[in-house]
């Protein structure tokens, strides 16, 4: 059984900062990408960020030069840093993750979200 928890959610005022990690864990074999999404009420899921395995990175336009995203492979764990927050960040953010668990497919798993809030 594989789970994904995030943690690292919160209220910060406007211009703060907050990181979030998310930790895979369970019968593990071999992670591929992982990301970020986010949800704002009455709107759809977005891509916040995501990471390749070997380290590349994509940004949606909104976060990029303020958002951070890595990743600890042998932690099995991606991070997020948010700088510069602004209200419109506000949202659940959820971690995604490619992972091969004990058979030979890859699967995609969600974490159960964690909250931020910026107020302004």
């Known amino acids: 059984q594989v789970q994904l928890v995030e943690s690292g959610g919160g209220l910060v005022q406007a211009g703060g900062s907050l990181r979030l990690s998310c930790a895979a864990s369970?019968?593990?074999?071999?992670?591929?990408?992982m990301g970020w999404y986010r949800q704002a009420t009455g709107k759809q899921r977005e891509l916040v960020a995501d990471?390749?395995?070997?380290?590349?990175?994509n940004y949606a336009d909104s976060v990029k030069g303020r958002f951070t995203i890595s990743r600890d492979n042998a932690k099995n764990t991606v991070y997020l840093q948010m700088n510069s927050l602004k209200p419109e960040d506000t949202g659940r953010y959820y971690c995604?993750?490619?992972?091969?668990?004990?058979?030979?497919?890859?699967?995609?798993?969600w974490g159960q979200g964690t909250q931020v809030t910026v107020s302004s």
């Open positions: 369970g019968s593990i074999l071999r992670i591929n990408a």
């Open positions: 995604n993750a490619d992972i091969q668990g004990g058979g030979p497919w890859l699967y995609d798993y």
């Open positions: 990471i390749t395995s070997g380290g590349s990175t």
